[in-house]
């Protein structure tokens, strides 16, 4: 199976930072990696596919970019609305796997 | 828009069975794939399994291959997971979520529904 590892695991950042987290897959997985957010007690939410698209109604701070193994989510002025954990997962082979989150919260 | 509702949650003793549903509306659900993820107690995202839009193709996880079935009913909208031989290490929130296009990544997600296995 195809792992993957996200850095950092958590962070702390302020209102109007830019954040940037990392995905890496144990192999190449071409651009399937989708990134969801996550607040606590909700569903998650999905923000990007194919590494660097945009789900509708995603704000344009948000942002994705990587291929085959080495992926990353910016987000750019963080908004209070931000604040939650984040998982990247790969599609490109079965079975399908996320990485283990990075919690943001505020500093 | 986009709704799916997950019902069939509840407790269930360590070998015993459960059939989760998810009722799907506001899209034309015989057009797309269909995933079940799951979330253990203060744990990270699981991909559990996918089905195609026609019910053809499926695919699970390592940890449940052999014991769950991912199933759907075009007729009635609906996408269900049934669980047999359910260990404590599958309690956790279920979720139903609705492919982007066809077999790849999700787009929509249901609220969950609790699945608790205990004795």
């Known amino acids: 199976d195809i792992q993957m590892t996200q850095s950092p695991s958590s962070l702390s950042a302020s209102v109007g930072d830019s954040v940037t987290i990392t995905c890496r897959a144990s192999?190449?997985?071409?651009?399937?990696l989708a990134w969801f957010q996550q607040k606590p007690g909700k569903a998650p939410k999905s923000l990007i596919y194919?590494?660097?698209s945009l789900q509708s109604g995603v704000p344009s701070r948000f942002s994705g970019s990587g291929s085959g193994t080495d992926f990353s989510l910016t987000i750019s002025g963080l908004q209070p609305e931000d604040f939650a954990t984040y998982y990247c997962?790969?599609?490109?082979?079965?079975?399908?796997?996320f990485g283990p989150g990075t919690k943001v919260d505020i500093k | 828009q986009v709704h799916l509702v997950e019902s069939g949650g509840g407790v269930a003793q360590p070998g015993r069975s459960l059939r989760l549903s998810c009722a799907g509306s506001g899209f034309i659900f015989s057009i797309y794939g269909m995933h079940w993820v799951r979330q253990a107690p203060g744990k990270g995202l699981e991909w559990v399994a996918i089905?195609?839009?026609?019910?053809?193709?499926?695919y699970y996880a390592d940890s449940v291959k052999g014991r769950f079935i991912i199933s759907r009913d075009n007729s009635k909208n609906t996408l269900y997971l049934q669980m047999n031989r359910l260990r404590a290490e599958d309690t956790a929130v279920y979720y139903c979520a609705k492919d982007l296009v066809r077999m790849g990544t999700v787009d929509y997600w249901g609220q969950g529904t609790l699945v608790t296995v205990s004795s």
């Open positions: 997962q790969q599609y490109n082979i079965y079975p399908f796997t």
């Open positions: 192999q190449g997985i071409s651009n399937s």
């Open positions: 089905i195609s839009f026609d019910g053809s193709e499926k």
């Open positions: 194919s590494a660097s």
